[in-house]
């Protein structure tokens, strides 16, 4: 078994539980950009040996092992949209915040429902 | 010159070695801005000197005493910036008696 | 050679970083905590075989802790995160309580793990395609970089997909984030920069910005390319921020800009590969004219990616404000 593919898993892993058990929204935006980073180390071990040099240059003419350029290639693609999805999260952050200020998760979920239990349960009698 | 930037390379990591002995040692802020300017001027100046005398003259070199340059003019304005803001935002020197800080 | 005994000590380093992230409680250590897993992620890319990913990764890091620490900035409550948990006795707490917030995610976690490495490659996957693209990228797209040769000739769809997503976030956190009028951006004052710092971030700010072209133009040739640059473009004008404390950018007309250069690197994708100009070419010019091609997709990439970042560190820097 590849100890680099068992490192990306287990820091996935990692992110993963401390996305379904935290309870804080900032924790939330940073486990995700673990996972993001996790995946990308998988897909640059695709293929690694010992001694895998870049495939750019003058290493093309003479090195032995080469990594493969096709997924270094679609995985800049890959940190360009993990970024884009971190700005949108944390201006998501900001906008509820200021709405409701609290980052908890259970706090979060509880102020919305008393507010939208007062706004809503009119309108579910009235179209009923 | 490969024996001498070697000794070089490993007092440089020596120092680093110290300054992090240090940090986990003491727990005072100035105590530990000290050790991190330390680490990070006298540590990583040695160690990069040490890399430019490995590969003689070439252009590798240049670039490493460029490289070195930048290391020189910006890690003491690093730590300028921590210990003046610590001082701007009200953090009293004469309470350090080395707590956790928070 | 790449020295594999240095890669696991990375790759470990790694895993405890993430590790302390999971157990800190304070929201600006875990910031912090953030910040050298992301210098770690960038060491193991480079460490991979690939140095374009880490120069991208080691920049991103860089910008999205900036991102983090203006947002806690802007609310001072979410640096403290709210009231700290009450530290309820352990036998008030029921049994079915922790068993449902504890045991149960660690069980789904474990068996979702189990099943992950049961059925990963395990290093055993067979390339058909890298050695054509290794052999075959010189002729094709021209330089001597296999990963800007995929990413601007064989894929450049992807990339064009990937420069719409930017300008649709930019456009986004434009629109989304909370902006009255120009006046309330001036009510809290900076720290005034000290004498050293304005001397040293000005020396510093010309090597930034001369590193990012460099990067820009030497991006089909060796490691580097129009993301990498742009992000140090962008870094300079964070520099310039830095320094002269400025407040009124006109982040409308850098958007504008923006989509005009986007729109324009589409056209150029559209006219070079995917009507086939190069198939029409003389021999003889070929070489020069996919040189050429390649520095201004990188440009107008560079500029693009510059743009983007310098509007939304503005954003979040100078409007977003109570």
Known sequence: ?128 | MELTSNIIIIIGTVFMLFGAIGILKFRSFSLRVLIISKIDTVGAVTVVIGVALRHGISFFTLRVLLLLGILLVVNPMVTHIITRTAHVSGYNLEEDRGQDDT | MIPNPMLYAILALWVFGAVCILRERRNVRVMIYLFIFSLLTSLAYFLLGSPDTAMAEAAIGAFTTIFFIVCFEKYEALKVDGPQPEESPAEKRPVGAWLKRVVAPLLFTAVIGALMLYFSPGGEVVDHLKSQYLTQFAQDVGGENAVTAIYLGYRVYDTLFEALLLVVTVLAVAHMSYSTSLQSTKQKRYLKPSVVEIAVVRAIAVVILLFGVYLIVNGHITAGGGFQGGLFIAAFFVCRFLIHNIHDLPVYKLLRLEEVVFASSVLIAVFVIFLGMTYHLPAEHLPMFQGVYMVIMNFMIGMKVACGFTILFYRYVTIERR
């Open chain 1, 1 to 128: 078994m590849n100890p680099i593919e068992v490192a990306a898993i287990v820091v996935f892993l990692i992110s993963f539980y401390g996305l379904i058990t935290g309870k804080k929204m900032i924790k939330a935006v940073v486990y995700m950009v673990l996972m993001q980073s996790a995946v990308i180390v998988f897909f640059l071990s695709i293929g690694f040996q010992s001694g895998t040099v870049p495939p750019m240059g003058a290493y093309l003419e003479y090195a032995e092992h080469i990594a493969d350029p096709l997924p270094q290639a679609l995985m800049i693609t890959a940190i360009v949209v993990g970024v884009a999805v971190t700005t949108i999260n944390i201006t998501m952050l900001m906008a509820f915040f200021r709405k409701h200020p609290t980052t908890d998760w259970d706090e979060a979920r509880k102020k919305s429902m008393e507010k939208e239990g007062a706004a809503t349960l009119p309108n579910l009698e009235s179209q009923s």
